[in-house]
């Protein structure tokens, strides 16, 4: 079985500055995905980055980037010029991959952002 | 393109009502998810679908929870006999084979 560790339950930061979350997981595969959502006061699960864990390079989304140590099992989220609307939930996620068919997300426990003035 | 549609988003129900909570998935996504949050919670795993086929049902309890997921129309997760512990965010995620993970909503249901 799969497990998502969120060791930050609250983290804030100061607009315009650069923010860092951490996510640590355990599996035995190989071949897996890794996400970060945002849900916001909305309850809106929102897909934030995605990395497939068989690419080296770290994924971007514009101001959003990912370090994936494959090695070490982390998986950390970096925020960079933090706007108000960055305020939410963040939750790391696991999903396997087999044979072509799509699997469960496994979730971490989440870290709640709050962007100050 | 439609993103995955939840309804109803607010639910209430009376104890030892049914619930029934429906899913969308997104246009050509041929796998669907239900999740469950309590409040302060992250996202637990409850049921895994295709369509016509329950694939991973791990999360769901045993008793008054089924879900299915017909060959025509939306996804449907049903509680019967809702107790109190039932209230929680439903949420409702499809996926396209290669894997990922979009999200509806969300149904609230309150058990009053």
């Known amino acids: 079985a799969q497990t998502v560790t969120q060791s930050q339950p609250e983290m804030s930061v100061q607009e315009a500055e650069t923010v860092t979350l951490s996510c640590t997981y355990d599996?035995?595969?190989?071949?897996?995905?890794l996400f970060w959502y945002k849900q916001p006061p909305s309850r809106q699960m929102i897909l934030v980055i995605r990395?497939?864990?068989?690419?080296?390079q770290n994924a971007t989304e514009n101001r959003f980037s990912v370090n994936f140590q494959k090695a070490a099992k982390s998986f950390s989220l970096k925020i960079s010029d933090s706007q108000l609307g960055d305020t939410a939930m963040y939750f790391c996620?696991?999903?396997?991959?087999?044979?072509?068919?799509?699997?469960?997300?496994?979730f971490g426990t989440g870290t709640r952002l709050q962007v100050t003035l | 393109n439609a993103g995955v549609m939840q309804n109803p988003r607010h639910l209430v129900r009376r104890r030892g009502q049914e619930a029934r909570l429906r899913c969308s998935p997104m246009?050509?996504?041929?796998?669907v998810y239900w999740y469950r949050q309590l409040p302060e919670e992250g996202l637990k795993f409850m049921v895994y679908?295709?369509?016509?086929?329950?694939?991973?049902e791990s999360g769901m309890p045993k008793e008054r929870f089924s879900a299915e997921f017909p060959k025509e129309g939306p996804s449907i997760l049903r509680i019967q006999q809702v107790v109190r512990g039932d209230s929680a965010a439903y949420f409702c995620?499809?996926?396209?084979?290669?894997?990922?993970?979009?999200f509806g909503q969300g149904t609230r249901l309150t058990v009053v």
């Open positions: 995620a499809s996926s396209p084979e290669q894997g990922g993970a979009f």
């Open positions: 599996t035995s595969e190989s071949n897996y995905y």
């Open positions: 990395q497939e864990a068989y690419k080296q």
């Open positions: 996620a696991f999903m396997k991959l087999g044979a072509g068919t799509a699997s469960k997300l496994t």
């Open positions: 246009k050509g996504h041929s796998h």
């Open positions: 679908l295709q369509k016509e086929n329950i694939i991973d």
